[in-house]
């Protein structure tokens, strides 16, 4: 397996995931870490969410095998 340089996607309130085999969205639900981010600061409105990670090669495709954390479910009020 070749690993490239990637960087972290943040799937905000997704109910389900990205297709595997193609490039990630850049949206208000799929957020790029790409320029050497350590933070982001989401705007959220209150309620119930969800976040979860996914690692993506320089041209925004998931890694194979498939890198993701799971989901993280939070409630801001």
Do not use: C, W, Y
């Not at 350590?38 to 890694?63: K, N, R, W, Y």
């Amino acid at each position: 397996m070749h690993i490239t340089a990637g960087h972290h996607h943040v799937l905000i309130d997704l109910e389900r995931l990205p297709e595997m085999d193609q490039r990630i969205p850049r949206d208000a639900n799929h957020v790029r870490l790409d320029e050497g981010e350590m933070e982001v600061l989401l705007a959220l409105p209150p309620g119930e969410h969800s976040v979860q990670f996914l690692l993506g090669d320089e041209e925004h495709e998931p890694f194979e095998p498939t890198l993701i954390a799971k989901k993280i479910g939070i409630t801001l009020e």
